[in-house]
């Protein structure tokens, strides 16, 4: 092989590398290792799982989504071409600090702790674990109309989400868990194999019988050669 071919393929290697982390690199938060500021990246909820949650758009509104990944959703509800609010979902485990605003609060929605941030937004915390925002756009929002829209969330699903309200399944007395990868224990009989009935043994003459070790009380065990 000559030097131009090798240096040629190294370099066609080398690009091919650059080009595989260009493309891979905004997916990068959807891999199942890895942290979210500082937090596990399995410990924090996917984005994805935000976004059936959202407001339904009444007539003539639209609903589009501006950012997704690990423990943040995001959309935009416009009317016509004009943007009437950002509205948005996050995992406050990647941001224990945005807990804070909800200490103080008595102001309650659906049960969940209200909190309104200056003229345009408001949020609400759900089962202490995720922040539902609404941030008003264009001519604004008053302070009802956000949290109508705060309200029009599917809370219940959400709070379902959350580890403290979704337990692992139990696992049946005297039965133990089997690591990730293994499959169910066998069972006996398999299902759909027939036993088959033992079969009858002839006796043999007692002289052509064999001595066994096992029966014989005054056998010596000898080492072997």
């Known amino acids: 092989m000559s030097r131009s071919l090798r240096w040629g393929i190294g370099l066609l290697l080398i690009a091919g590398l650059l080009l595989g982390a260009f493309f891979f690199l905004p997916f990068r938060s ?17 984005g994805t799982l935000f976004n ?6 009444q007539t003539g509104e639209l609903l589009v989504f501006t950012q997704e990944k690990r423990g943040f959703s995001q959309a935009r509800l416009k009317q016509g071409a004009e943007v009437r609010a950002l509205l948005s979902i996050s995992d406050v485990a990647s941001s224990p600090a945005s807990r804070n605003k909800f200490i103080h609060t008595e102001e309650r929605l659906q049960s969940w702790p209200l909190v309104d941030q200056g003229s345009q937004a408001s949020a609400l915390l759900v089962a202490d674990r995720f922040q539902v925002k609404v941030i ?3 001519s604004g929002l008053d ?15 959400l709070a ?3 580890p403290e309200a979704v337990q692992a399944p139990a696992i049946a007395p005297g039965r133990q868990a089997l690591p990730p990868g293994r499959q169910s224990p066998l069972r006996f ?10 079969q009858a043994r002839i006796p043999q003459p007692a ?7 096992f029966n014989r ?7 072997a050669a």
């Open 52 to 57: 059936r949650l959202f407001p339904k758009p």
């Open 30 to 46: 959807w891999l199942p290792g890895g942290t979210v500021a500082n937090i596990a990246t399995r410990e924090v909820v996917n």
């Open 217 to 223: 009380a005054n056998a010596a065990l000898e080492p």
């Open 160 to 162: 379902a989400l959350s």
């Open 207 to 213: 002289a052509n019988r064999k001595p066994s070790i």
């Open 189 to 198: 009989p398999f299902p759909g194999l027939k036993r088959q009935a033992p």
């Open 143 to 157: 302070a009802q109309q956000r949290h109508e829209l705060l309200g029009a969330f599917d809370l219940a699903a």
């Open 136 to 138: 008003g756009q264009g």
